[in-house]
């Protein structure tokens, strides 16, 4: 199956499907078969069917898995694959389905959080055309050379297509070339780091990576997952090039003996309050248990982080529109003495 992974919602439920049938007692296969049936997504519809027609030919679920070309998160494969081992298929499939409801509301969260903002820059830019539209006719009508209330030589119906042509070609421009590098590894490695050094939006990125760390560490630890893949599963299900950068360190210092506690906080992206979570839950033997207990505080923690970063687009918005405005009122006051002053050269000629 050629294409991007299947989407959250259809995974969580797949995932949660999956589970229920099997606890009852349904044979794996039926329950694949089953849940391809039940599947509204296509992707996850023709992935699971080709799943099913693989693991007819003997193959193993998570090598069947692997073979759908990314329909599957890597976290998800690995972990059916230590629970294929262990027995344990049923109570992973359902805490994956908690994870992946999880990670979806923050998705909705976050897309709710930065609408507003959003929406107060599409109708400031849009506001910036209309004006420039409306002085253009105006100065048609009296046959006069429009305002050019940006200093930029934009004027009339042209000047506000040059406008929106440039601002939303450039968004688009960012935004595409975001996602094009986002997709790769060393493009993440490359992008996320720099982002995390930015205020507001740095602490959320981090509050975001933690969360989806601490479920997923305690998820691989709870199937029985080996700490060195188990580590390196958690970090790739933050989804954050910052974090996985970390991966081959960490993994190191603890293959070399050092405490998880040390090796994590050698990193600098966890905060010293985590880090005294999993020194205490190390010395107690319940790192995982731990940070399962803790994940409500830490997914909220990350919707505050993501709350102060709407709120802060939202007043950077208003402050652009501050400060257009105060230039706009000195652009029409300047343009208005030059007036007065033309009119005053006229009269004493």
Aim: aromatic share 10%.
């Amino acid at each position: 199956m050629l294409g991007p992974q299947i989407p959250l919602k259809p995974l969580s439920l797949m995932c949660r499907s999956l589970s229920t049938m099997l606890h009852s007692g349904v044979p794996v296969l039926r329950s694949i078969d089953l849940a391809a049936d039940k599947s509204s997504d296509n992707k996850a519809r023709f992935a699971l069917n080709q799943v099913s027609d693989s693991i007819r030919r003997g193959e193993d679920i998570a090598t069947s898995m692997r073979a759908q070309h990314g329909a599957f998160p890597d976290l998800m494969i690995d972990m059916i694959a230590v629970a294929e081992q262990t027995g344990s298929l049923p109570e992973i499939l359902s805490g994956l389905s908690n994870h992946y409801d999880n990670n979806l509301r923050l998705r909705k969260e976050f897309i709710s959080a930065i609408a507003w903002p959003v929406f107060q820059f599409i109708a400031a830019v849009l506001v910036i055309a209309l004006m420039l539209y409306v002085l253009g006719i105006i100065a048609a009508m009296n046959n006069d050379k429009p305002l050019d209330i940006l200093g930029w030589g934009l004027t009339g119906s042209q000047g506000a297509i040059i406008w929106l042509s440039s601002i939303f070609g450039s968004i688009f421009a960012l935004f595409f070339g975001y996602q094009v590098l986002s997709r790769s590894l060393p493009g993440k490695k490359f992008l996320h780091p720099t982002f995390m050094r930015i205020p507001v939006l740095g602490t959320c990125m981090q509050s975001f990576g933690i969360a989806r760390f601490s479920w997923s560490f305690y998820l691989t630890q709870e199937a029985g997952m080996p700490i060195e893949k188990s580590l390196a599963a958690s970090f790739q299900a933050t989804a954050n090039g910052a974090f996985i950068n970390a991966t081959s360190s960490v993994n190191n210092q603890v293959m070399s003996g050092s405490t998880l506690t040390e090796a994590l906080g050698s990193t600098d992206l966890f905060p010293a309050d985590f880090m005294e979570m999993v020194h205490v839950g190390e010395t107690s033997g319940t790192v995982p248990e731990m940070l399962n207990r803790m994940s409500p505080q830490f997914e909220d923690q990350a919707r505050r982080s993501l709350n102060a970063l709407a709120a802060t687009l939202g007043w950077l918005v208003w402050l652009a529109v501050a400060v257009f405005i105060i230039y706009i009122v000195f652009t029409i006051a300047l343009w208005y003495v030059g007036m007065i002053n033309d009119a005053i050269k006229l009269t004493s000629l």
